[in-house]
């Protein structure tokens, strides 16, 4: 009997097949979710306006300081 004709090596062929498939849907998905979790993460946002918030306060301050001496 031929191995193209074996019963046993198509289901595994198909399986092979499945398997590939859900391996690519896989990567796919983790590169999305990925991608995703970058463009949400405003962690760096929030700490350089709160930098630049800091810094011009500071700059608010010693010009008020100033105006009054």
Do not use: C
């Not at 995703?36 to 306060?57: I, T």
């Amino acid at each position: 009997m031929q191995l193209q004709e074996n019963e046993t090596h198509a289901q595994l062929m198909n399986l092979e097949r499945k398997w590939q498939h859900h391996e690519q849907n896989n990567f796919v998905m983790k590169e999305f979710i990925a991608t995703k979790g970058m463009e949400s993460d405003y962690q760096p946002v929030v700490k350089n306006v709160a930098k630049q918030l800091a810094e011009f306060n500071k700059i608010l301050q010693e010009a008020l300081q100033n105006t009054r001496n």
